[in-house]
């Protein structure tokens, strides 16, 4: 990349970088003419503006390589998790994917990421084992336990906040297919799914992970949602959702099956335009869920492996949380829901950057605003979930 011949523009400049020269190029580039520097890497996310200064995308440095002895992908910062999912599946492997196969895996791993596999094995954040940044001095890194430990540890939940991500390498797991699918129930048996969903809850397998949602079917109308993926067998998978789809009652649809790891993001879910975190899910909770008219509201069970950090795990924040709500509606949907909330967030979730800070425990925020300051003291990297050296 020839920098001397940037324009000179108040206008958004895009670079398509094709490796960390192009990268660093960039950064150091920005940093010259003064220009604010947004890193997108696939465009999922919402959160680039480009009115202004120079946006860099990494979406061509996609890239991906599978070590089957070890287990192990390492992958272009611009990759999505469809391309790892067809590298590792072949080998009887899968990633720490997300519910849609489109996301890119590296917003989404820095965020902590939670998928169909999270409650057996843990966060996407918890799994990454070395990552390959430019700095805004311009440096080459590699973080990992070893080399810049706090740099790596930051890297493990606390988003695009300490320089420009190239690659990751990270832990795959020996999973082909698991029991999935999505069962309808009429509307009015939501109050006793629900009930079911938490009393069930601190009992249900690590390899169960499961969610309930009311949503407008265009055939059945207002209906209650069962979606969940057993990471093992079918007989053990049907077993683990017995007790839930009795309390749903006869079925209006249910297509659990043996499938294949790939075909997980066809079970779908609820656009977060709303999210919250909750310790419970009390009887007064349940009944404003059961009588919302938004679009579409889900509760999801985490817990399980999520809960059980290792003790050098990254900053992925109220892991003890066991439910979140996510509200695709209006903001009188959700605020009618919002008060029993815990008021933390999940990064990857998380559309108002004011409330970063509620992603994080207060001592890993002091900790993640050290690091900030050792690799980003000027705070370049800041059009994102900030956050700010200390």
Do not use: C
Not at 50 to 79: F, I, K, N, Q
Not at 97 to 122: D, F, M, N, Q
Not at 350 to 357: E, F, G, I, N, Y
Request: glycine letters at 10%; aromatic letters at 6%.
């Amino acid at each position: 990349m020839n920098t001397t011949a940037l324009p000179r523009r108040t206008g958004p400049l895009t670079v398509d970088a094709t490796g960390p020269a192009d990268v660093r190029a960039a950064v150091l580039a920005s940093r010259e003419r003064g220009l604010p520097l947004t890193v997108q890497a696939t465009g999922h996310g919402t959160l680039v503006p480009t009115d202004e200064g120079m946006l860099l995308r990494t979406s061509r440095m996609s890239g991906v390589l599978v070590d089957p002895a070890r287990r192990v992908a390492r992958a272009g910062a611009g990759a999505r998790w469809s391309d790892v999912i067809a590298a590792a599946a072949p080998l009887g492997l899968a990633p720490l994917s997300g519910s849609h196969a489109s996301v890119g895996i590296t917003g989404y791993t820095l965020g902590g990421g939670v998928g169909p596999l999270s409650r057996r094995y843990g966060f996407a954040a918890d799994h990454l084992l070395r990552a390959r940044i430019v700095t805004a001095d311009g440096r080459y890194l590699t973080a990992d336990a070893d080399r810049h430990p706090e740099l790596f540890w930051a890297l493990r939940g606390g988003g695009g906040n300490f320089g420009v991500v190239t690659s990751l390498e990270f832990r795959l797991h020996p999973v082909s297919t698991v029991f999935a699918g999505t069962a309808l129930f009429p509307a009015e048996r939501a109050t006793d799914l629900l009930t079911r969903f938490r009393d069930e809850a601190d009992t249900r397998p690590d390899e169960l992970t499961v969610s309930v949602a009311l949503a407008d079917h265009n055939v059945h109308g207002r209906v209650v949602v069962l979606r969940g993926a057993y990471a093992g067998s079918a007989e053990d998978g049907a077993r683990a959702l017995r007790s839930l789809r009795e309390a749903g009652g006869p079925a209006l649809h249910d297509d659990f099956r043996t499938m294949p790891y790939a075909e997980t993001e066809t079970l779908g879910g609820t656009a977060p335009h709303h999210f919250h975190l909750h310790a419970d899910l009390p009887d007064t909770l349940i009944a404003a869920i059961a009588a919302s008219s938004a679009a579409g509201i889900e509760v999801r069970h985490w817990g399980g492996a999520m809960a059980r950090p290792a003790p050098d795990a990254g900053p992925v924040g109220h892991r003890d949380v066991p439910f979140s709500l996510t509200v695709d509606g209006t903001a009188d949907d959700d605020a009618a829901l919002a008060p029993f909330a815990t008021g933390g967030s999940f990064l990857n979730f998380l559309h108002d950057t004011s409330r970063t800070a509620t992603a994080y425990t207060p001592g890993d925020l002091r900790r993640l605003r050290e690091v900030k300051r050792a690799y980003d003291p000027q705070n370049v990297f800041h059009r994102n979930h900030n956050i700010r050296p200390a």
